[in-house]
Nanobody
C-alpha cells in the first residue's frame, strides 16, 4: 500500500484546513489508518486514527473537538478536517497505516501544515 497525503499549506490561527490521504492497493478492514505529525525539533506524535472496518475514531487530547477524521472505504481515502487551528498545530502531517492503534507500520510522505499567529 502506498499512501499519498495532500492538502497542507499556510493558514492563519483560528482557520481551517483539510488534509487528504489516498491509498493505493487494498486496505483490509482490520487495518488502522491515521495521522501522525512532527513539529520542528520534536518527535512524531499521534493525531488521530480510525479502525478501517468499524469506523471507530480516536483522537489525541490536543486535537479532540477541533479535528475530525473521516474515511471513504469505497475510494480508499481518508480526510482530516482541522479547524480552530493553533500555531502549535504547525507540523508535517503523515498519513499512516498499521495493524494496531498507535503502532503504524507504514508511513506516507508528509504534508506540511503551517499555522501563523
Amino acid at each position: 500500500v502506498q499512501l499519498q497525503a495532500s492538502g497542507g499549506g499556510l493558514v492563519a490561527a483560528g482557520g481551517s484546513l483539510t488534509l487528504s490521504c489516498a491509498a493505493s492497493g487494498r486496505i483490509y478492514s482490520s487495518a488502522v489508518m491515521g495521522w501522525f505529525r512532527q513539529a520542528p525539533g520534536k518527535e512524531r506524535e499521534f493525531v488521530a486514527e480510525v479502525r478501517w472496518g468499524r469506523g471507530s475514531t480516536y483522537y489525541a487530547d490536543s486535537v479532540k473537538g477541533r479535528f475530525t477524521l473521516s474515511r471513504d472505504t469505497a475510494k480508499n481515502t481518508m480526510s482530516l478536517q482541522m479547524s480552530s487551528l493553533k500555531p502549535e498545530d504547525t507540523a508535517v502531517y503523515y498519513c499512516t497505516r498499521g495493524l494496531n492503534l498507535n503502532s503504524p507500520d507504514h508511513w506516507g510522505q508528509g504534508t506540511l501544515v503551517t499555522v501563523s499567529s
